[in-house]
């Protein structure tokens, strides 16, 4: 059994398009994921939002659209079934009502969190186990264990560490370094 830490937005959950929803809507734009080839969203959006972008993470209602990546729960749930321990670590927003939709919204889905194997931290280096899959480079440099990073269009040109495609891909490869 391994202790698998798992990212939610972005890598779970897909934040990116819910987010540039809300924003498109406001400032009458057509962004997509696909646009945004780097962490720093305010340099695709237009001028008048800068980094005015980043307000909307702390927008009560973000999560109440967001969707699960495809295949997500189902992959987890086989992890599970292999015997892993998921826990769900994500950075939070500082905002604590902010915190409980999240971890709701993940209960809606299907995602089947707890809160013992949920945290919310904007330092992924204090987390100690054999696994992590982020979407930030950021999170991953100073992780021990295996480090995976999924893919999106922001961490595109990232070399450094083992990429995966999608959840089928990450089941793979969580079974064949347990075997």
Not at 53 to 74: A, M, V
Request: aromatic letters at 12%; charged letters at 30%.
């Amino acid at each position: 059994m391994a202790i698998l830490y798992i990212d939610v937005d972005d890598t779970s959950v897909d934040l990116l398009s819910e987010w540039l929803r809300l924003y498109n809507n406001d400032y009458e734009d057509s962004i997509t994921p696909a646009n945004i080839l780097s962490w720093d969203v305010h340099t695709y959006v237009r001028p008048e939002c800068g980094i005015k972008i980043y307000k909307y993470l702390k927008n009560i209602h973000l999560y109440d659209n967001i969707l699960p990546i495809k295949n997500s729960i189902e992959c987890i749930n086989q992890l599970r079934e292999d015997g892993h321990r998921i826990i769900f670590a994500t950075a939070s927003h500082r905002s604590r009502a902010m915190s409980y939709r999240k971890f709701d919204r993940m209960e809606e889905l299907g995602f089947r969190p707890e809160f013992k194997s949920y945290i919310e931290l904007q330092d992924k280096s204090l987390l100690c186990g054999d696994v992590l899959l982020d979407d930030g480079i950021h999170n991953l440099e100073n992780f021990e264990g295996h480090k995976f990073l999924f893919h999106q269009a922001h961490n595109k040109d990232c070399q450094l560490y083992h990429r995966i495609f999608d959840w089928n891909e990450f089941v793979a490869e969580i079974r064949r370094i347990c075997s």
